[in-house]
T-cell receptor, first 114, second 116 residues
Framework: GQQVMQIPQYQHVQEGEDFTTYCNSS?????IQWYKQRPGGHPVFLIQLVKSGEVKKQKRLTFQFGEAKKNSSLHITATQTTDVGTYFC??????????????FGQGTILTVHP | NAGVMQNPRHLVRRRGQEARLRCSPMKGHSHVYWYRQLPEEGLKFMVYLQKENIIDESGMPKERFSAEFPKEGPSILRIQQVVRGDSAAYFC??????????????FGSGTQLSVL
């Protein structure tokens, strides 16, 4: 079945440093979504990428979708303490019968030291 | 403008008891998904339901676990004869259309199940 791998599992940064998490799928994706989960909270949708090579920005966050639609990345510039949390990528299946099911990566737990 | 409502927020059960987790999707959403999360791990898909139908239950353990989404009322995730390994956070999510149409998921606050 489809597998989505996310690295690193943990990332500790000093406030002001940059942060990147990477997501790789074993199969071609129809789309990829990114979610953020604050400690003790629930996942909250950040963004969706659909097109090959797509790049989207949200303030200090930059999201990329690979040309082959099998990988993605989230980059945060100049991290702040409010960026703390777990960032998940979630891939949608391109074709097949697994509709309705997003496959989540394991998540990257980001800690920001002030 | 209520979001996805899950209750209870915390549920403690002894081994062998039954656990019932409830989820009311956002207003206007007819698609419900259940995910399970272990500490510091990702979200594992369990089941996808529409009203009165189970669409995909490929992530559900074959025994002891069941889910329903009746015509009226919330979706229920039922775990019979709980074991310690069932301890986890169970998240429900909803969307207005199936995720294959690129809809995002709205998550509830989750139910933390602890099995003693």
């Amino acid at each position: 079945g489809q597998q989505v791998m996310q690295i690193p599992q943990y990332q500790h940064v000093q406030e002001g440093e940059d942060f990147t998490t990477y997501c790789n799928s074993s199969t071609t994706l129809s789309n990829i979504q990114w979610y953020k989960q604050r400690p003790g909270g629930h996942p909250v949708f950040l963004i969706q990428l659909v097109k090959s090579g797509e790049v989207k920005k949200q303030k200090r966050l930059t999201f990329q979708f690979g040309e082959a639609k099998k990988n993605s990345s989230l980059h945060i510039t100049a991290t702040q303490t409010t960026d703390v949390g777990t960032y998940f990528c979630a891939g949608g299946n391109a074709g097949g019968t697994s509709y309705g099911k997003l496959t989540f990566g394991q998540g990257t737990i980001l800690t920001v030291h002030p | 403008n209520a979001g996805v409502m899950q209750n209870p927020r915390h549920l403690v059960r002894r081994r062998g008891q039954e656990a019932r987790l409830r989820c009311s999707p956002m207003k206007g959403h007819s698609h419900v998904y259940w995910y399970r999360q272990l500490p510091e791990e990702g979200l594992k898909f369990m089941v996808y339901l529409q009203k009165e139908n189970i669409i995909d239950e490929s992530g559900m353990p074959k025994e002891r676990f069941s889910a329903e989404f009746p015509k009226e009322g919330p979706s229920i995730l039922r775990i019979q004869q709980v074991v310690r390994g069932d301890s986890a956070a169970y998240f429900c999510a909803s969307s207005p259309y199936m995720v294959a149409t690129n809809e995002k998921l709205f998550f509830g606050s989750g139910t933390q199940l602890s099995v003693l």
